[in-house]
């Protein structure tokens, strides 16, 4: 359970840094790409939808915390799919919607 606080609270304030345009090195490829590669992207999209996939799995932590707390299965079941399909649908959007 406090696992879930501490991974929680981590990707509320990685979402914070990434609404605020900082931390891209902490971006999985960013810091590796070119100059020339990093102008075809949009950075401010970038880290628009990095911040909106942290908020978002820090909300889904919640849920899972939340099925733990109040011992309902059913919730954590929700957060943890939920938790997936946030991952796999930003992975897309991030690699489509961030080029210019």
Do not use: H, Q
């Not at 996939?53 to 919730?75: D, I, R, T």
Request: include cysteine.
């Amino acid at each position: 359970m406090i696992g879930l606080c501490v991974a929680a609270l981590l990707f509320l304030i990685l979402g914070i840094l990434f609404s605020l345009g900082k931390g891209g090195f902490l971006i999985a490829g960013w810091n590796m790409m070119s100059p020339e590669e990093r102008a075809r992207y949009d950075e401010r999209a970038v880290f628009r939808n990095m911040s909106a996939l942290m908020f978002s799995c820090a909300g889904c932590m919640v849920l899972l915390l939340l099925g733990e707390v109040l011992n309902l299965e059913v919730l954590s079941w929700i957060g943890a799919l939920l938790l997936v399909l946030c991952v796999i649908f930003f992975v897309v959007r991030v690699n489509t919607a961030g080029k210019k």
